[in-house]
């Protein structure tokens, strides 16, 4: 028989106990699938984190190795992505009237006298989408790059080898010129901007990274999140750029995110608004060694991989075998 004492307790459990059944069984209608993405992972000696969540559960939250999930790391080029929520911000507040405004109405004080024939004319949109037609400054290149004295004008300089607008170029150097243009049209630096634009929003820790000789931060690499963060980012693009109620970016940025605009000549992937996206409706920021952030509105479901950053993730090599557990099994979770 209950005593008052034993029933006391037991109500607040039998009230919750609809909402306790309902998380408990859609843990368990996927628990194999949790269980066969956990030993994936665990396989992959180069992932440090991986991170799933849909809708509001949490399906998966484990470091097999590296920093753990609260502390930040090297993001690498997810950073690209990042800076262009940044261009977004800018633009909402009308700070940036458009994508289509240019280098030289914005910033005409980044441009050295002796730059590349066109520079003044290229647009936001155009360095958002890596679409610059200049010579390329990561890969080989980076080296020459970060060693020069002025990171934006030597960018800037660099040989032609596309019209503006044209094909998609992967060129850290791009971003990092559209991160200090950012800085130039606003008067507050790029870390300045993340932390109070996004950090705030999210309720995420923004470390201070590598700065440019000008005192630039670096656009495009080298920032640093949590795992957690990282899926807090997810999280926010799934979901029309909300995070826990708040509009942290605008719903129309974060649509307009994934819409393609040119295409990876490596990955094949399509690229948006500092976004990669997949043909079946993923939008991904990529950063070398295999960082990933990744969400798919439509299957409800985020995604947050952080990696070894010192070594590679080839298309054709590990960044391939993430992107075959993203599309397939953590897809098949939805």
Not at 52 to 71: K, S
Not at 256 to 268: I, K, L, M, V
Not at 284 to 289: D, F, I, M, T
Not at 318 to 327: A, K, P, Q, T, V
Request: proline share 5%; hydrophobic share 45%.
């Amino acid at each position: 028989m209950f005593s008052r004492r034993t029933f006391s307790l037991a109500l607040p459990l039998a009230l919750a106990s609809p909402a306790l059944l309902r998380a408990q069984t859609a843990a368990q209608d996927v628990a194999p699938e949790i269980d066969a993405i956990r030993q994936a992972a665990a396989g992959m000696d180069q992932l440090h984190a991986i991170l799933i969540q849909r809708g509001d559960e949490t399906l998966l939250e484990e470091a097999p190795r590296g920093r753990g999930l609260a502390t930040p790391a090297n993001i690498k080029s997810c950073s690209k992505s990042l800076v262009a929520l940044i261009l977004g911000s800018c633009i909402a507040r009308g700070e940036i009237a458009s994508l289509s405004t240019t280098l030289g109405e914005a910033a005409p004080g980044l441009i050295p006298s002796d730059a590349t024939d066109g520079v003044a004319d290229l647009t936001f949109g155009d360095l958002v989408t890596l679409r610059a037609g200049l010579q390329s400054t990561s890969g080989p290149n980076y080296g020459a790059w970060i060693a020069s004295s002025n990171w934006v004008a030597y960018v800037l300089r660099q040989p032609r080898v596309a019209e503006n607008g044209g094909r998609m170029i992967y060129s850290t150097g791009t971003t990092h010129v559209l991160g200090a243009a950012l800085a130039e049209v606003t008067g507050e630096s790029l870390a300045t901007l993340m932390r109070q634009r996004l950090g705030e929003g999210l309720g995420v820790e923004i470390p201070a990274w590598t700065r440019d000789p000008q005192g630039y931060y670096m656009g495009g690499n080298q920032m640093a999140l949590s795992p957690r963060a990282m899926l807090q980012v997810a999280l926010m693009m799934r979901d029309g750029g909300v995070y826990d109620g708040r509009q942290v970016v605008s719903a129309d940025w974060a649509r307009d995110s994934a819409r393609a605009r040119t295409r990876s000549p490596f990955s094949g992937l399509g690229y948006g608004l500092g976004w990669f996206v997949s043909r079946t409706g993923w939008m991904l920021a990529r950063g070398y060694g295999g960082q990933i952030i990744a969400a798919h509105p439509e299957r409800g479901l985020a995604v947050a991989i952080s990696s070894d950053p010192m070594r590679p993730a080839r298309s054709g090599g590990y960044f391939g075998d993430l992107i075959g557990l993203i599309e397939g099994p953590i897809a098949g979770l939805a």
